[in-house]
DNA sequence: GCTCATCTACGAATATATTCGTACACGAAT
DNA sequence: ATTCGTGTACGAATATATTCGTAGATGAGC
């Protein structure tokens, strides 16, 4: 079990775990890389930023050859699951079913999509 | 059709605009009230706050008295759905359904809510 | 009219987040 | 050994968000 507080990354600094939590661990160039394409960022910008997030404990990094490769130490569910708890509360008045049901009105979901909700929703019913 | 366009409320003019959403409208001492039971803040800076949201037009106001009356002039629904959709976008990689997924996984749902939310998926099916 | 409670206006301090320039280190290629 | 491309470190500017103190307006009750 890894040390987990209240940590509450920013915007920005989800958008890179979230690259790190795709590719398991990057360097800085790679992550900037891929935030490159959505967005206009500097370089050094995306480095200061992964220095930051490994001063407040979100990701940590080792040495290989000159550069550094960086990992995420928080979780990826248990990060999201906060993030969300945070939204029901201050949007949604607690209730995460009023949250799905806008998540789910305001997007096209294929019949899949709905699908594997239910499926989800059965599993979860049986526990 | 109110106008409407790329508005970022900030998690503080959030929980304001909850509270005119649930009342319809209210005075800055009302909504203050509300806000005080749940967190330690100054009136005046509730009062700043929604000044601040009447110049960016989140909100709309009207004299009554000595006090005024504050109106949401931003859509629930849209707005809430706004702000989901950035968040699926920079944490669920633009899937709606990982989002739900990961918010009934790791909420507490009470049985009827489970119920409910296929309910809905139902009725969304048949469409 | 005077006082008191309550209101708005608004500047300004503080906190937080974002951005980037500049300096310097290092290794590979010439 | 010099140069060049690429790396890190980090201060500092800027932007954004939050907080609150203080001043002055206003109306109710005396």
Redesign the interface.
């Known amino acids: 079990m890894s040390a987990q507080q209240h940590i509450k990354p920013t ?1 920005s600094e ?2 890179i775990l ?1 690259v790190l939590w ?1 590719q398991g661990s990057a360097t800085v160039r790679e992550v900037h890389e891929k935030l490159a394409l959505k967005k206009e960022v500097g370089y050094t910008t995306t480095l200061k930023l992964m220095q930051i997030m490994l001063d407040k404990g979100l990701v940590s990094r080792e040495v290989s050859g000159k550069t550094h490769v960086y990992t995420p130490e928080v979780d990826k ?1 248990k990060t ?2 906060q ?3 945070r ?2 509360e ?4 607690g ?3 009023q ?9 096209k ?1 294929t ?1 899949a ?2 699908d ?3 499926d ?2 059965d599993k ?2 049986k526990k």
């Open positions: 915007e989800l958008e979230n795709q569910e999201q699951g993030i969300m708890q939204m029901i201050t949007m949604f008045n209730s995460a079913m949250m799905v049901m806008q998540a789910l009105g305001n997007h979901a019949k999509e709905l594997m909700i239910r989800y929703l979860k019913s």
